[in-house]
């Protein structure tokens, strides 16, 4: 699929980490699972967005598509992993004050 196997795998796993750590900020509503999934697919959009952009004509092979799928569990590994060490702001819920109950 490309020429160098460790360094796509290595750059998926960067960018599926980006996304998590960028989506744990910066919407805290969306729920691990659910973050997890799409910063794990995500970046197969590009990778396979730059494979068809090669030519007029091409055939992605049983082989490639086998790649992606391993490069889409490398990338929800990944985000787990990530969102184990970077938490998710957390959104109290409506009706819940943070602060302490002042003193009458």
């Known amino acids: 699929m490309f020429d160098n196997a460790i360094f796509l795998a290595a750059s998926y796993a ?7 750590a960028t ?4 919407s805290p509503t969306i729920g691990p699972r659910l973050r997890h999934l799409f910063a794990g697919t995500a970046p197969i959009a590009a990778v396979l967005g730059m ?7 091409v055939t992605l092979q049983g082989m ?13 590994v ?3 992993l990530v969102g184990k060490a970077v938490p998710s702001a957390r959104i ?7 602060r302490r ?4």
Not at 23 to 26: H, L, M, T, Y
Not at 66 to 75: D, E, Q, S
Not at 92 to 98: A, E
Not at 101 to 104: E, I, S
């Open 51 to 57: 494979r068809l952009t090669e030519a007029d004509s």
């Open 101 to 104: 109950a002042l003193p009458h």
């Open 78 to 80: 990944t985000s787990t």
């Open 92 to 98: 109290p819920p409506q009706g819940v004050d943070d």
């Open 64 to 76: 490639d598509l086998f790649a992606a799928g391993g490069l889409v569990v490398l990338g929800v």
């Open 14 to 20: 960067a960018m599926s980490a980006g996304l998590s």
């Open 23 to 26: 989506v744990a900020k910066v």
